[in-house]
């Protein structure tokens, strides 16, 4: 009878933990709540979980946690944050502190922030301010590029205050190698001010933007434009 | 006689020793192995020091451990348990989410101690408690 008892209240704790496995998910890093989960912004830096699922093209899975790789100030994030301008690696280990490698590819076009600034190293130069990518990127990233990079549809009609980089970029950024280069794509621009930003999906525009301006300005200003994001695991 | 008291409380503290009875709070024996009684008390303070408002805090019963306190940290719902030792402490943390169930919520070993959170209330909408809760415990990571 005991032994029957035992066995009862040992399924019924499986059940429970089962069950709540099975509706919890985990996160990994501050991270945007979507507006039909509550909205605005999770600050929870370390392991946590939450009852709605991380989409698919913002989040990438690192040891079966959920991080974010976007743009947080596009959701309202306030704290620090660095620019960066186009597609770069996010190496997640780094940025979350454990020990397990995990590189990530962000595909955001153009000028954009993280809350993470990347690790010292060749692979950026820092032009005013901004992060540029200047590696050689691994293949993984220019296979699933062309499906990544459809990710910008998402943060195109965002709208808020995003850096503005106009400089020169260093030589050897991905963003003004031609066989890097996105399809021609032409945007439409949703803003909110009398400025033009020319969408950054575009070679035209990578290799145009800060040609001829002697200095740095980053600067916010409000505009929609888009931004996307992929994933390549563990190509460092 | 008195021999025989002796040896029985001798017997009767190694015992409790291993079992990580920590019930005598602030009395932090050092001793590697041995159960870190003190350390939940150590980690409210901390949590004052931040700026956080635990409650008193209270026995309570738990499926996967025997040491178990619980209150409130600015109306958060938290769990302290204090395991035998760090492995068995980091082994608590996905009983520990069980625990957290339907809300946002957090579970982590620091050292002995598994600490479980959760927002059953929504009064943590931003996570920013949930994250003082966490952060606050990197020195024990």
Redesign the interface.
């Known amino acids: 009878m005991r032994i029957f008892f035992l066995t009862v209240a040992a399924l019924a ?1 499986m059940a ?2 089962a069950f ?2 099975g ?2 998910v985990k996160y990994l890093g501050i991270h945007p ?1 979507a507006k039909a989960n ?1 909205g ?12 709605y699922a991380a989409d698919k093209v913002q989040y990438r899975d690192h040891r079966g946690y959920q991080h974010f790789v976007g743009d947080p100030v596009a959701y309202g994030y306030d704290g620090p944050k660095h620019v960066y301008k186009g597609h770069h690696p996010i190496h997640v280990d780094v940025v979350v502190g454990d020990s397990e490698p995990d590189t990530e590819f962000c595909y955001l076009d153009g000028p954009h922030y993280h809350y993470f600034a990347p690790p010292e190293g060749p692979e950026f130069k820092v032009a005013g301010g901004a992060y540029f990518f200047v590696a050689e990127p691994p293949k993984a990233y220019v296979e699933a590029r062309p499906v990544m990079i459809e990710i910008n549809a998402i943060y195109r009609p965002l709208v808020y205050v995003r850096p503005v980089v106009t400089v020169d970029a260093p030589i050897g950024w991905i963003g003004a190698r031609a066989e890097f280069a996105a399809p021609v794509v032409v945007a439409p621009v949703v803003g909110v001010d009398a400025r033009v930003v020319v969408p950054v999906p575009s070679v035209r525009v990578n290799i145009g933007v800060g040609i001829g301006v002697p200095g740095v300005i980053i600067h916010d200003h409000r505009h929609g434009r888009g931004h996307g994001h992929g994933k390549h695991k563990k190509w460092k | 006689m008195r021999w025989t008291l002796v040896m029985v409380l001798a017997a009767a503290a190694a015992a409790a020793a291993p079992l990580g009875c920590g019930k005598e709070e602030g009395k932090d024996g050092g001793k590697p192995g041995a159960p870190s009684a003190g350390s939940r008390d150590v980690v409210l303070e901390a949590w004052r020091k931040g700026g956080l408002a635990p409650s008193p805090f209270a026995a309570t019963t738990v ?1 996967f451990a025997k040491d178990c306190q619980g209150g409130t940290v600015n109306n958060v719902d938290v769990l302290i348990c204090e395991l035998p030792s760090e492995a068995e402490a980091k082994a608590a943390e ?2 520990g ?2 625990w ?9 070993a620091a050292g002995k101690l598994l600490i479980a959170a959760a927002d059953r209330r929504k009064a943590d ?4 408690t ?2 003082q809760l ?2 606050l415990l990197a020195p024990s990571k």
């Open positions: 704790v429970a933990t709540a496995a509706k919890q709540i509550g605005g912004f999770c600050y929870i830096e370390g392991p946590h979980v939450h009852l | 499926a996905d009983p989410l069980a957290v169930g339907d809300a946002t919520g957090i579970s982590r909408p931003s996570g920013k949930l994250n966490t952060k």
